[in-house]
């Protein structure tokens, strides 16, 4: 036994020491948080639990991937359990605080759980209600409702723009930008010109706007070649000596007193730029993503599989729920950005 103990912490040893990064135990650490989260009364109802942002949208964006690069041969019970929640009233979702969110995550992840088929009935549905729910004037015309409760990154008073980018993302996913249907093709050129309006109120966080560079990667005419180029060269200048991106690089923020000090480069804002900046075309050999690179694949904790990372917003107990929540988004992008470069 002392022999076995010795030689797995001189494995241990070397694998951290390593520049690799283990796919399995980033699906492990996210499927080990989604249990927890489906037995989280705070986030249940009778249809399935919420689908949130932190820990709910990065986990069906990242598992799949996972899945497939791990090539296990059927969805998770997790991931059939959120996609049964958007399932759950398809195309009328009633009206709630959660009804903008709920239809545009239903629209994005059943157009993708569609691609390379026919449109299915359901996805039809929340394509509709998708399209009845959307602003018809005023300065948020061509966007949707979406949760505003003064949490960066994602539901802070510029997030209806992060927002209205995943429903610009779902219907390129769906391909309806060539659909000939003119009903749709209004809708959609609402939705580019509240995309491509400047913000009435101060400049939108960095953040944001590269959700329109990753959504401009299905609907090129988003954004023109030289505005992609002019995005990921901002993005890119920001990057830190280590190869890595503060959470303050992705601003500006709302201020937070009470939230914990980060200080240097922050898992979370590194993830999210280089899958970002790979989906708009930037190659992995690229010097300044493969260093980018680098720094994901040496800051997983080996024992966890999760790329750690504080909250913006609080100092949350620890060991709590909520305290994962940044981390469970670093993981899922972090473990994006990596497949994505076929690592």
Known sequence: ??????AAFGLSSIWAGGDDWSPERAARYLDGRLQQWFAWKPAASPDGPCVSCHTGMTYLMARPALRRRLGEPQPTPFETGLLDRLR????EKPESYLQGVEVIFAALFLS????GKPMTPETHKAFRQLWSLQQSEGSSRGSWEWLIVDLDPWEQTESTYFGAALAALAAGNAGVASAADTSVASHLAALTTYLRTPSSVGSRPLHDRLALLWASSTQRGLLSDAERASLAAEVLDKQQPDGGWTNESLGPWMPHPEA??????????TAFVTFVLQRAGVKPTDPRLARALAWLSSHQNRETGAWPALSMNKQYPPGSMQSFFMQDAATAFASLALVEAGR
């Open 112 to 115: 993708e759980r569609d691609a």
């Open 1 to 6: 036994m002392l022999f076995l103990a010795v």
């Open 260 to 269: 914990p000090r980060v200080v240097g480069s922050s898992s979370y804002p």
């Open 88 to 91: 759950a009233d398809v195309g």
